[in-house]
């Protein structure tokens, strides 16, 4: 990577699934310059019956990769016992994984078997969207004397999120950033993506906004994972997106990255606003084919009085100028208008 700061880089496979597999994954990632091999163990699945990993039968695995690349391992823990196995099997970090730090009983259990134990610890972002969960949890393991801690965002639970498995929602790790500058931030684009084909921008939106790293899923043979198969590259892959990553200059000095994380922010906000155009005009078509059916005008004045008033209050309560909201409300609602002539008009009565 031709770059003036390398990102701290984590990679492995979802799941150690065999000995074979995680040694074939640890081989492809020899040569790269990676921080930390990752592999989960026990694996906290969504669905009953899945696959809930191979459990401490990987810790040898693990050790195995140490051995014979020198690299330094990672597994996630969630709870005491975990902590325990994997301390014994001499795993370099743990991490906590996002359903575990949406639970403070968790968490704190974690902690308490971490006190008086020197090992980095990176934590996952909640679930759902909770920046004060998240920062919980960092104080729970600070509270532990856990010194060494990374934050690692890998998006959010969001209903109707439809591009990304999980909405990265960038403002709340640029939130942490400001609230805990000193904890380095990993961006975990496998888990926002849950498809490859993602990946490389959603990497890229991590460096422009000057993350500290990113923690990668690779797998030797991505679609026969046993989980997350859909997101994971190949040691190869993952390597050549690695290089194609455009690395920019960290640091305020010449306010070049602070316009360039803006930037990159206001487009997040407006693919954002697009896909809830593209929504709100869906249900306009629905409206409008319903109003159709049932003779209505298009125009129903004492809603869109209602609507408009309502939204000028909820956009002054948040600072927007109300003659912006207004403008921008008379233009939506013409746009809809439109859609909704279109529909009257499609199958030959005009509403005019
Ligand atoms: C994982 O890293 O494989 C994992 C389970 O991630 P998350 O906790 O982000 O869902
Ligand atoms: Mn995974």
Redesign the pocket.
Known sequence: MSSPFSPLLIAGP??AESREQVLATAAGLAEMDIAYF?A?IW??RTQPGAFEGVGRTGLPWLSEVKERHGLKVCT?VANAQHVEDALKAGIDML?I?????TNPFQVQDIADSLAGVDVPVAI?NP?HPDLALWLGAFERLEGAGIKDLMA?H??FAVHGQKKFR?APLWQIPIDFRNRLPHIPLIN?P??ICGNRALLAGVSQMAMDLAFDGL?V?THPDPDAAW??AAQQLTPEAFRAMCNGLVMRKAGDAAGVDDLTALRTEINMIDDALIELFARRMGISEKIGQYKKANGLTILQNKRWSDLLKRNVEQGAAQGVDPGFMAEIYKSIHQASIAIQRGIMHRDGHSAE
């Not at 994984?97 to 730090?101: F, P, S």
């Open positions: 979802c799941s990752r989960g694996k906290p996630e991490w994984g996002a359903r575990t730090t996952k679930t690692i890998r998006g999980n975990d496998s888990h923690m899923e989980t997350d």
